[in-house]
């Protein structure tokens, strides 16, 4: 019967994987999303330093200039119009929606050479609940400041996860309003984005983008307090994402694999969000929030209710991963003690899943248990907000992808117990049934889907 469980399980999971997300017509997967993102476009508070010239703080397009190449954007500043712009992308599970709102600027200047580099790109998320209104209710936002993210919410219920919530939000009608600091040196500077907390502009000048018919224009007068306000336009971040293989230094869009290229004080500049990574945010690693929101913010935080995994609606991951089950098949530890097993999932050498998502203690021999994150004794604890076991990555296509089953042990170094290796190609499914590691001292069933 369990086995028939699993196959049936298994079978469950290989539909869904069959089931491709629908792009616009325009080719902008979320396209189809606009009306949702215009609606809870955040109201900007722009600083403004006049030390590094305005302009090099209006949020833009990248191809602004008129073309797709990284290292002109610092020298076109002054000779073409920035449209301020922000871009936006949508993630749909069977609870909510992810809008990520990116914000471009052609410069990130200040006083010394370590803060300039040509091209910056920053961003928030907000998470909306569906309920039977036509565009939801805002539960909580993230934004981000220098790789690092931070929590905002209204509702008391939200508690700490792998983070805390560091503050309310304020509202422009039903839109959240975010800060941007300006160009410049030190914790306030650099286009980091937190939420608005109503103080006045720094040095007395700062303007406000509004969305509101996203008629963008040429801001002509920061003077002033947020004394000024201006349109913005929404531009799909697909015009980015899919354009993620334009690598190669001079003349591209992009240095390498998500790194925008810029040849202004650094030849490699700005991560992309399919390799951000906040170094101090948990058990959580290189581009989750922009590849797996919803494994992204319910680690971060606790008490999000009704709160799913599924989407409807991801397009923006390259490799899928669901491991439905493992056995040990082997005692590892000394004396012919069980072993305490977990797993390292990776691609592209990148470990994303170890001993914190999952790991069970004294596993005894030829016992097949299912997997969960957060189950048995995983180190970061039961901290979500349902049974799961899958993940989603952004890498490159045909990257490696490696399961490895370890004995965990303190005292001389963890075991290993085998490993899986695959390299599927975009658009292959791989599966593995009972499929026996390398060593053949232990099992795994999982599921390996590319787009």
């Avoid at 190669?248 to 390799?275: E, R």
């Avoid at 945010?281 to 919803?294: C, H, K, N």
Wanted: aromatic letters at 14%.
């Amino acid at each position: 019967m369990k086995r028939a469980a699993a196959f049936l399980t298994l079978c469950v999971i290989l539909f869904s994987l069959c089931t491709v997300p629908v792009s616009a017509e325009d080719g902008s997967a979320s396209e189809v999303y606009r009306d949702l993102a215009e609606y809870w476009a955040p109201t900007i508070y722009q600083d403004v330093n006049e030390s590094y010239n305005v302009r090099a703080d209006f949020p833009t397009r990248f191809n602004y200039d008129g073309d797709w190449r990284g290292d002109n954007n610092w020298e076109n500043l002054l000779s073409y119009d920035e449209t301020p712009s922000a871009y936006f992308s949508v993630r749909e599970t069977i609870t909510h929606y992810f809008i990520e709102y990116d914000y471009y600027y052609p410069r990130d200047d200040g006083p010394v050479n370590l803060e300039k580099h040509e091209n910056d790109l920053e961003g928030c998320i907000l998470v909306i609940r569906k309920d039977t209104s036509p565009y939801g209710s805002l539960q909580l936002m993230e934004t981000q400041a220098h790789n690092h993210w931070y929590q905002y919410s209204n509702d008391p219920s939200i508690a700490s996860g792998s983070e805390n919530i560091d503050g309310s939000i304020l509202l422009d009608n039903h839109r959240p309003c975010v800060y941007i600091s300006a160009n410049g040196i030190g914790t306030d500077a650099g286009h980091g984005v937190k939420a608005y907390d109503g103080r006045s502009a720094n040095g007395g000048d700062g303007i406000i983008f509004r969305f509101t018919e996203g008629l963008s224009v040429m801001p002509d007068d920061t003077s002033g307090s947020y004394t000024h306000a201006y349109d913005y336009a929404l531009v799909p971040m697909d015009e980015l994402w899919d354009r993620r293989y334009d690598v190669g230094g001079a003349g591209h869009t992009y240095y390498d694999w998500g790194h925008f290229h810029g040849d202004t004080y650094t030849d490699s500049s700005c991560t992309l969000p399919w390799i951000k990574d906040d170094p101090d945010d948990g058990p959580l690693y290189e581009g989750i929030y922009w590849s797996d929101p919803a494994f992204f913010i319910d680690t971060h935080l606790n008490g999000l209710g009704d709160f799913s995994h599924e989407y409807v609606f991801n397009p923006y991951y390259t490799h899928k991963i669901t491991v439905i089950d493992i056995m040990s098949c082997a005692n590892k530890d000394s004396f012919n003690d069980e072993s305490d097993i977990y797993m390292k999932i990776s691609v592209d050498g990148l470990v994303y899943i170890n001993q914190n998502h999952w790991k069970d203690n004294q596993a005894p021999k030829n016992v097949k248990k299912q997997v969960f994150w957060g189950k048995e004794q995983a180190e970061f604890g039961d901290e979500y907000s349902e049974p799961f076991n899958t993940i989603h990555f952004a890498r490159q296509d045909n990257s490696e992808v490696k399961i490895e089953v370890l004995d965990k042990d303190g005292t001389s170094g963890d075991d290993t117990m085998g490993v899986l290796v695959t390299s599927p190609a975009p658009g292959e499914i791989v599966t593995w049934t009972d499929q026996a590691t390398s060593t053949g001292e232990a099992q795994v069933s999982a599921a390996i889907e590319t787009q």
